[in-house]
């Protein structure tokens, strides 16, 4: 099924399309031209307002966008096509009409690149967590060792020695770092400081802290491992591994602001363990997720989900 066309592209196009054509006549020429199902096109009063007969006619493609995505597309595409409104400067105020249709249109035509070059990012994505998947499954070296590593961290859901049990769970991780090439560092202490560890990935350095508590951890655990971060160089994110997640108010919370770290809980890392998700991609999926929309909790689930 194709992607829906988003909610801000549908609006932009109906001020596009009330900015363009300023005689109704022009207006449903065009729709013609670009809508199939030429019933929808009739249905609306035609002697009403023009921006109602424009908002009847798109909502009602847009209420089955299954259906008539291609319709949507081609207004679209048609749409941003348009760089020149001779017919407008012609009009009264024809200079101000031209300008409005022209930012109209380019308000249009930018938010749909955004979304394509959205679209070729996520697919670029998918192709190399494919890839890293289909590369580890081919290595049996590496399938080895995570099943050791798996092996290892199973053992400690079973152990009721809850000190041990967060120190072992930093070696499964500095395990799992260097098996994907990391670069990992082990626990440290910096200034009074301790970190779990830290690790590199494409450029960037990463503090580690790992956490497992009987209950979420809350927004207060969050400030002090975000504060240790914000005192590295620029360059620096963090990631906080919580075996039983965090509570929506500590997620809630850091997500409102520009922050420095992303999270990840017990389900992502069995993903990982389980192989259906390489450590890397995981990694720049959650990382991505958080500087496009501040959410600093997207779960395996949601990643995996939409492939």
């Known amino acids: 099924m194709e992607q829906k066309v988003s909610a801000v592209a549908i609006e932009l196009l109906k001020e596009a399309l009330c900015n363009i054509y300023w005689y109704k006549s022009n207006l449903r020429s065009f729709l013609s031209n670009c809508i199939n199902n030429t019933s929808i096109i009739n249905r609306p009063d035609w002697t009403g307002y023009k921006r109602q007969i424009v908002s009847d006619i798109i909502d009602e493609l847009c209420r089955d966008q299954e259906k008539y995505i291609g319709d949507i597309r081609r207004l679209i595409s048609e749409v941003i096509k348009m760089n020149t409104f ?78 041990k049990r967060g120190f072992e769970l930093e070696k499964v991780l500095y395990d799992l770092f260097e098996l994907f090439d990391l670069d990992p560092k082990a626990s440290f ?20 802290e790992a956490k497992w508590k009987s209950k979420a951890i809350n927004s207060s655990d969050l400030n002090d491992f975000e504060g240790k971060v914000k005192r590295k160089l620029d360059n620096t994110l963090g990631l906080f591994l919580s075996i039983n997640g965090f509570s929506d108010d500590a997620v809630r919370i850091h997500s409102a602001g520009r922050s420095t770290l992303f999270l990840m809980d017990g389900i992502d890392l069995m993903a990982v363990l389980e192989n259906q998700i390489d450590f890397v991609s995981l990694i720049i999926r959650k990382r991505r997720h958080a500087a496009q929309t501040g959410n600093i909790y997207l779960k395996v689930s949601e990643i995996l989900g939409g492939d």
């Not at 990012?121 to 050791?148: G, P």
């Not at 910096?190 to 830290?198: K, S, W």
Request: no cysteine.
């Open 86 to 163: 001779r017919h407008l400067e012609e009009l009264e105020d024809g200079r101000k009409k031209v300008e409005r249709a022209k930012q109209a249109v380019s308000d249009l035509r930018k938010v749909v690149e955004d979304q394509v070059q959205k679209r070729k990012e996520e697919e670029k994505i998918k192709r190399k967590r494919i890839d890293n998947l289909e590369r580890i499954r081919s290595s049996q070296a590496v399938l080895s060792r995570l099943d050791e590593i798996k092996n290892n961290y199973f053992r400690l859901v079973t152990s009721k020695d809850s000190q």
């Open 189 to 208: 202490r910096n200034t009074g400081e301790q970190l779990d560890g830290a690790f590199s990935l494409e450029g960037t350095d990463y503090l580690f």
